[in-house]
Nanobody, 121 residues
């Protein structure tokens, strides 16, 4: 069955960096887009970043552009989120999602359980 397992969350100071990983299994990773969403307490889930199946295209939410980078390793079946210049407003639970197709514009059908990121001094 499809499994998505996020890791790498934790406590970091403002201005710091963190890298999240999402290890996957149960599907042909290289044929599916992937995404990261996040949900802060009391807020709706929002797009962080998405990446196409080959890694050739990506998109970012406005609040993270220029600070976060999504990447993937189609050999290790893993997608990453490099987060730099973290702000307190980046505090949230981060979820990894599997694309329905190779194109991230087609939506997502499976999600991991999330990893918590807390940015605080």
């Amino acid at each position: 069955q499809v499994q998505l397992v996020e890791s790498g969350g934790g406590l970091v100071r403002p201005g710091g960096s963190l890298t999240l990983s999402c290890a996957t299994s149960g599907f042909s990773f290289g044929f599916h887009a992937m995404t990261w969403y996040r949900q802060a307490p009391g807020k709706e889930r929002e797009l962080v970043a998405s990446i196409s199946s080959t890694g050739g295209r990506s998109m970012y939410g406005d609040s993270v552009k220029g600070r976060f980078t999504i990447s993937r390793d189609n050999i290790k079946n893993t997608v990453y989120l490099q987060m730099n210049l973290l702000k307190t407003e980046d505090t949230a639970v981060y979820y990894c999602g599997k694309g329905v197709t190779t194109d991230y514009l087609r939506g997502f059908d499976y999600w991991g359980k999330g990893t918590k990121v807390t940015v605080s001094s």
